[in-house]
Structures are given as structure tokens and as C-alpha cells.
């Protein structure tokens, strides 16, 4: 899963990569960050320790720090470009904190005002890309054969459709497209596709108001592509330099809520809107994710492409019945441990087996 964080300049986009990442990023070309996260699972770690498990992957996401988008009302380009390109999600850091030692680009700090200042920048970049699509469109339409003009005007259809919606300030991430359009998307880069965490960077003084902040801004601007946090990220940044023991001494003193990071992380994978299975063995005890209403197969493929081509069927479970249980045999013994086909659709917190022949 890759995170691109966007925002203005001195929002504290590069504040929050640290509290994220604990300060483990690195530099790759321009001014961009590179960082890891792990997501922490108890699911995964109660599985893992029933069947000892020497090792435990959790689900990463992939976070980039990029310098401040649309500058001067330039369109992301080079390396930005590219990571926004591939990016599952844009994580939206908009600023919240007064400081009068860091001047804010506007003159003022107002959130709703560069939240949705944000998404006319990406509306209007992503109308570029829509015109531009269409002017050459047109041209290969006109001079193509009967076929090939079928497929060209299905395209232009979809296309004039968006542009409507973005031209009536619709945001593209809210809105349900079936799977064929996206995919017919999925090349051009419009960044009003991605789903967004808007994430609230609040004072130090509102970091124990930031549950508060969080439900009126969520009741706002929420929606199914939507979501939205509030942090107050230079705290975090210096509790993620700390000990478990001391960050939560310092929480409770500054009355600010626990694991908030977590929480975050929490927060893109049910943006995203993937379901979380498990593959356990005494070797690794790891978590993965497909988009929601994947089949067996699907998630077969996600481990490994020999195992998708070689699939028999899956021996299924929930986590919870597992731990019930105890094992698999004494699942299977209860009649719990359940045979799936390629077809079957899996669900959030499924330990699959797959068996398979190459
Ligand atoms: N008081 C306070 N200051 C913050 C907070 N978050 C960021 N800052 C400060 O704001 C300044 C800018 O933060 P950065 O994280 O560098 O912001 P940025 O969005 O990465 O900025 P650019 O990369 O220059 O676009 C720094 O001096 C931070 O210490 C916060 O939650 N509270
Ligand atoms: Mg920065």
C-alpha cells in the first residue's frame, strides 16, 4: 500500500512522515521521503503465537513525504509526478497549528479553507489531463476503423462524464465507478480518483481536543472515498523517539489519546477498502490484503502467482474461530475448518490455506 503525502508548504507534511515512521526515512531523488510502516495486528500476533510462529509480517504501508504540490499552480511533475501516479492514496496533511515563527503560505490559518482549496487544485490539474485525453481522442476516432472507433467513443463517453462531474465539483474518490472504468482510468494520473485521508495537524494546545476536531471535520467532509484525522504531529513525532513506556506517560500527561499513529494507519486501510487475510505456518505469520469482494483466487495470487495458477482449493477459517479451536484439526474435527473454491469471496480476518500443484 503506497501513501503519497501532499499538502501545502510548512502544513507539516514532513512532521508527520517522522511521527509515522519514527524518524526511519530515507532520501530518494528531489526532495522526496521514502518511509515503511508497519501496521501492527493483534489478530496476526494471537495467530502467530498459537502456532509459534518465527516470524510475523505484518501489513506495510509505503509512505512518501513529497515537497508541497501545485506551487505556483504548476501541475506535479518529474518524481512527485510518478509517486502520485502509483500512490493507492493521497494522505492530505492540512494545517491546524498557529505559529507566528512559520508563516503560513496564505496569511492565515484556516483548514477548511486549503482542504478544499486542495481538491480545486486536483480537480483542475485532472480536467488538463481529461481535455488533453480527449483532443487526441478525437483525432484517432475520426481516422480509425469501425472497431477500434467503438472502443475510442466508450472511452470519450466515460471521459465526457467525468469531465461533467469534476467541471460541477464532484470529487471523483466519492463517487462509485464500476471496476471496468477505473481500470480503463487507471493509466491517465487523475489525482481526484485517489481516496484521501484528510488529516487535521492541530496545536499542541488542541492536541486533547483532537477526538473533537476530528468528528466535526469528519461530519464535513466525509464521504465513501473520504476520511479524515486529527494530530497534533510535532507531539507525535517526539513521542514516536521514545519508549512505549515514556510515550505513554507523556500521553496521559498531555492529555492527548493513545496510539494515535496506529490509528492513522488504521484509518488508510479502511480508506482503501481492502480486506485483511492471514497465512500462517510455523515459518511466518503474515497478513495480506486484497480489495474487498476478491475471490480465493485473487488472494491466492497475492502470495504467490505459482500458487494461483496451481490452485485446488482453499482450507478456510475465521481468525477467531482459530483461536477457538485451538488448530486446525481440532477446527476440522468441529466441522469449522472449511473447503472453498476459486470463487469464494473472501473476508476481513480469513486464515487461508491454499493447496495447490505446479
Ligand atoms: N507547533 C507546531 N508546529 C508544527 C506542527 N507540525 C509542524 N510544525 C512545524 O511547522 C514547520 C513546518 O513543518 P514541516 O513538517 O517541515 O512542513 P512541510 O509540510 O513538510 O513543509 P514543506 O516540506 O516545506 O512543504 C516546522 O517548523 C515544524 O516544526 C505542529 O503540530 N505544531
Ligand atoms: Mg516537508
Keep these: 500500500m503506497d ?33 515503511a510502516v508497519k501496521i501492527p495486528d493483534e489478530r496476526l500476533e494471537k495467530l502467530a503465537a498459537l502456532v509459534k510462529a518465527k516470524k510475523i509480517t505484518p501489513l506495510e504501508v509505503t509512505l512518501h513525504d513529497l515537497p508541497a504540490l501545485f506551487e505556483r499552480g504548476a501541475p506535479p511533475s518529474g518524481s512527485a509526478a510518478e509517486t502520485l501516479s502509483r500512490a493507492d492514496a493521497l494522505l492530505h496533511v492540512v494545517r491546524a497549528f498557529e505559529r507566528d515563527d512559520v508563516p503560513h503560505p496564505k496569511g492565515s490559518v484556516d483548514p477548511a479553507r486549503d482542504s478544499q482549496a486542495f481538491d480545486e487544485e486536483i480537480a483542475f490539474n485532472d480536467l ?35 469531465r461533467a462531474m469534476v467541471n460541477e465539483g464532484v470529487r471523483l474518490r466519492n463517487q462509485q465507478l464500476d471496476a471496468s472504468e477505473l481500470k480503463e482510468l487507471g493509466n491517465f494520473g487523475l489525482l481526484s480518483l485517489k481516496p484521501m485521508l484528510i488529516l487535521l495537524n492541530v496545536g499542541e494546545s488542541d492536541a486533547p481536543n483532537a477526538a473533537a476536531r476530528e468528528a466535526d471535520y469528519t461530519e464535513r467532509f466525509a ?28 500521553r496521559r500527561e498531555m492529555g492527548a489519546a493513545e496510539d494515535t499513529t496506529h490509528a492513522v494507519l488504521g484509518k488508510v486501510v479502511q480508506l482503501l477498502n481492502v480486506v485483511t487475510f492471514f497465512t500462517i505456518g510455523e515459518t511466518d505469520a503474515h497478513a495480506w490484503t486484497v480489495p474487498a469482494g476478491a475471490s480465493a483466487l485473487q488472494a491466492a495470487g497475492r502470495i504467490h502467482t505459482d500458487i494461483e495458477r496451481g490452485f485446488i482449493r482453499a482450507e478456510v477459517i475465521a481468525w477467531d474461530k482459530l483461536l477457538e479451536f485451538g488448530s486446525h484439526t481440532e477446527a ?26 505446479v
Excluded at 477500434?148 to 466515460?158: D, F, H, I, S, Y
Excluded at 474435527?333 to 473472501?346: F, M
Design 128 to 162: 488538463g489531463i481529461i481535455e488533453r485525453r480527449l483532443e487526441k481522442l478525437d483525432i484517432t476516432v475520426r481516422s480509425a476503423r469501425p472497431g477500434e472507433r467503438e472502443t475510442g467513443g466508450r472511452e470519450k463517453a466515460l471521459l465526457d462524464r467525468l
Design 223 to 250: 464521504a465513501s472515498g473520504t476520511c479524515v484525522t486529527a494530530l497534533c504531529a510535532r507531539l507525535e513525532a517526539e513521542l514516536a523517539e521514545l519508549s512505549s513506556e515514556e510515550a505513554a506517560e507523556f
Design 332 to 357: 476440522r474435527r468441529h466441522g469449522q475448518l472449511r473447503t472453498e473454491g476459486k470463487q469464494y469471496t473472501v473476508r476481513e480476518g480469513d486464515v487461508i490455506n491454499v493447496l495447490f500443484n
Design 3 to 35: 501513501l503519497a503525502i501532499v499538502g501545502l508548504s510548512a502544513a507539516g507534511k514532513t512532521t508527520v512522515f517522522n511521527a509515522l515512521t519514527a524518524g526511519h526515512g530515507s532520501a530518494v531523488g528531489g526532495a522526496e521521503q521514502i518511509g
